[in-house]
Nanobody, 125 residues
Framework: QVQVVESGGGLVQAGESLRLSCTAS????????MAWFRQAPGKEREGVSC????????YYTPSVEGRFTISRDSAKKTLYLQMNSLKAEDAAMYFC??????????????????WGQGTQVTVSS
């Protein structure tokens, strides 16, 4: 059974940093594009960042580019999202997802097969 589990969420002040982790088991980690999505109350789920299984291709939504860094560790089957200079608008439930293809972006949640339960990120001003 495939399991995707996020951790690392919490409450931070605006301008501070947080690192999210996502462990994936039961799948061939290096064959999957891994992505971070987020969803705030009343809003659509949006793709934040993703990285192809080869680690050659990386995408960031414009609102986080320059502040967030995605990385992955094949040995640990773990995906990370380093979030720096957090803003109030970054507050959301963050979800980790795995998909079989890399399409050049993380625009559609429907492209991803396996999902974690989410980890809450709260940013206070």
């Amino acid at each position: 059974q495939v399991q995707v589990v996020e951790s690392g969420g919490g409450l931070v002040q605006a301008g501070e940093s947080l690192r999210l982790s996502c462990t994936a088991s039961g799948l061939r980690f290096d064959d999957y594009t891994m992505a971070w999505f987020r969803q705030a109350p009343g809003k659509e789920r949006e793709g934040v960042s993703c990285m192809s299984g080869s680690e050659v291709h990386t995408y960031y939504t414009p609102s986080v580019e320059g502040r967030f860094t995605i990385s992955r560790d094949s040995a640990k089957k773990t995906l990370y999202l380093q979030m720096n200079s957090l803003k109030a608008e970054d507050a959301a439930m963050y979800f980790c997802a795995a998909g079989p293809l890399y399409g050049g972006d993380c625009n559609s949640p429907r492209d991803f097969t396996y999902w974690g339960q989410g980890t809450q990120v709260t940013v206070s001003s």
